[in-house]
């Protein structure tokens, strides 16, 4: 059973199209959610961190938030450079190592 | 991304040979993590290591794949025998402190391994 599910599996936008990504868990004891950006040959690039329901972070277009059975990483007005796989991964009780969604893959077109 | 140093970022092994892959930390950390990227899957945690000790080995293969974090020198991930299953990427992280305690982990490039 996949704890981490990331929806949707790709999505294409038009540069400036706003739209927002889904990582839901069922997890245990969420110790952390973390989002990562991957892009082709590379490993993954740390964007956010998360512990708490209601907690939102942002960094330049990216803004991610958390509830209690889902994150959103929302991009807006994205520009071709952050064309990227989009990875979400939780930490949960008595675990030390990241359990990682599938990932979204995100093509802005100009 | 870059202060967690993984080599060789690329390794042709044949059917039956040993791999290795190794990872230095980045500066101040001693937590190292190996994850495994398969084609078409997910990244999967393998083991956790601190200096001198395996911490957390519980995705790790029961046989041919062992890992160390030595007191000096890098971690390394050895692959024995090598299948053509074993074909992925392998990532190293690294982390200050035992995740997340204010602090997150940070993945280095990757070493891709091809067996042939």
């Known amino acids: 059973e996949d704890q981490v599910t990331q929806s949707p599996e790709a999505l294409r936008l038009q540069e400036g199209e706003s739209s927002s990504l889904n990582c839901s868990y069922t997890v245990s004891g969420l110790r952390g959610l973390f989002w990562y950006r991957q892009d082709p040959g590379k490993g993954p690039e740390f964007l956010f961190t998360?512990?708490?329901a209601g907690e939102e972070k942002e960094k330049e277009r990216l803004k991610a938030t958390l509830t209690k059975k889902e994150s959103f990483l929302h991009i807006t007005a994205p520009k071709p450079e952050d064309s990227a796989t989009y990875l979400c991964a939780v930490l949960q009780g008595g675990a030390d190592g990241l359990t990682f969604g599938k990932g979204t893959h995100l093509i802005i077109q100009p | 991304n870059a202060g967690v140093m993984q080599n060789p970022r690329h390794l042709v092994r044949r059917r039956g040979q040993e791999a290795r892959l190794r990872c230095s930390p980045m500066?101040?950390?001693?937590?190292v993590y190996w994850y495994r990227q398969l084609p078409e899957e997910g990244l999967k945690f393998m083991v956790y290591?601190?200096?001198?000790?395996?911490?957390?080995e519980s995705g790790m293969p029961k046989e041919r794949f062992s890992a160390e974090f030595p007191k000096e020198g890098p971690s390394i991930l050895r692959i024995q025998q090598v299948v053509r299953g074993d074909s992925a990427a392998y990532f190293c992280?690294?982390?200050?402190?035992?995740?997340?305690?204010?602090?997150?982990?940070?993945f280095g490039e990757g070493s891709w391994l091809t067996v042939v």
């Open positions: 500066k101040g950390h001693s937590h």
């Open positions: 992280a690294s982390s200050p402190l035992r995740a997340p305690t204010g602090n997150t982990i940070y």
């Open positions: 290591l601190q200096k001198e000790n395996i911490i957390d």
């Open positions: 998360l512990y708490s």
